[in-house]
């Protein structure tokens, strides 16, 4: 089945994260853990200094201050995003980390007017909160010149696993996916990527995925799911995926660390699927 087919009968996202000051903080974690990876895509894509660049829900600013420095001073960035705490947050960084060639402004680029056309539209975590990312994407790519770039790096929930079984980490990660799915997020985006591209009129992505994987006592990869948990924790219980007593959010990240160790065990975080393509000239 295509996106686009399902797209219509789709209930509205509830936007399940929020935007507290926590959340904003977890989310430049994230950032810090997987900006390898979105600065592997962005220079495979070929985001490039001199460019002009969208990045679609800001958040915090780090996709934004990545793209930064890689169009150098002779490029510019615009983060924009609807929450106006997270923009807040982002112009905040900006400042202290001197970026002079980052802005962030608060809306929905889909239903923005710009000045003058991008050379790239970027985002990451953002297309699977659309209520339908196949429009939302046909929209933000009319902002974009003939022969511009769409990069898009998208969660794959499914791609958590433990080996041996980490029965506190398998059961966080199946949380975070029905909790997504519950408030209408799509978890496996990353997955769906190659037809919402296709649906959305670009030609067939260039894709890749990645995900840390880990068995050290010191790695990030137990407090990046337990603190996507945390932040969901109002919808888990909104939606009786978990009892509050069950939950126990605060030790969460400790036990899965501490049974991983025991267990000899290896972890997969959750996986960024990343797809790029050129918007065809006219
Ligand atoms: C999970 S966060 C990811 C933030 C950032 N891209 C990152 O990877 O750190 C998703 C962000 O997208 C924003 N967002 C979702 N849909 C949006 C839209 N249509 N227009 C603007 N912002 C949007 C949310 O407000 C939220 O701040």
Not at 9 to 15: C, G, H, I
Not at 155 to 179: F, H, K
Not at 225 to 251: F, G
Request: proline share 6%; aromatic share 6%.
């Amino acid at each position: 089945m295509s996106l686009s087919q399902f797209t219509s009968s789709t209930p509205q996202v509830e936007y399940a994260l929020g935007h507290s000051s926590r959340e904003l903080d977890r989310l430049s974690f994230q950032g810090a853990v997987f900006a390898p990876f979105t600065r592997q895509l962005f220079a495979q894509a070929g985001i490039e200094p001199g460019m002009r660049v969208l990045d679609v829900g800001s958040g915090s600013g780090d996709v934004s201050f990545l793209a930064a420095e890689l169009v150098g001073e002779g490029g510019n960035v615009l983060g924009v995003d609807r929450s106006a705490d997270a923009v807040d947050r982002a112009r905040a960084r900006a400042i202290r980390r001197n970026h002079p060639n980052v802005e962030f402004v608060v809306g929905d680029p889909a239903a923005m007017q710009f000045d003058q056309p991008f050379d790239a539209i970027v985002g990451r975590f953002v297309l699977m909160y659309q209520d339908d990312p196949v429009e939302s994407l046909r929209r933000m790519t009319e902002r974009l010149r003939p022969g511009g770039l769409v990069v898009f790096q998208e969660l794959a929930s499914s791609a958590c696993r433990s080996c041996p079984a980490v029965s506190a980490y398998d059961e966080a990660a199946r949380w975070m996916g029905e909790a997504l799915r519950g408030s209408g997020a799509r978890p496996e985006l990353g997955m769906e990527m190659h037809s919402l591209f296709l649906d959305s009129g670009l030609p067939a992505p260039g894709m890749r995925m990645d995900a840390v994987v880990s068995g050290e006592a010191e790695s990030p990869v137990y407090d990046l799911l337990a603190e996507a948990v945390r932040s969901l924790v109002p919808t888990l219980l909104k939606l009786n995926i978990v009892s509050p007593a069950h939950v126990q959010i605060d030790s969460l990240a400790d036990r899965i660390r501490q049974e991983v160790v025991a267990r000899r065990a290896v972890v997969v975080s959750y996986g960024l699927v990343g797809a790029w393509a050129r918007k065809p000239n006219a």
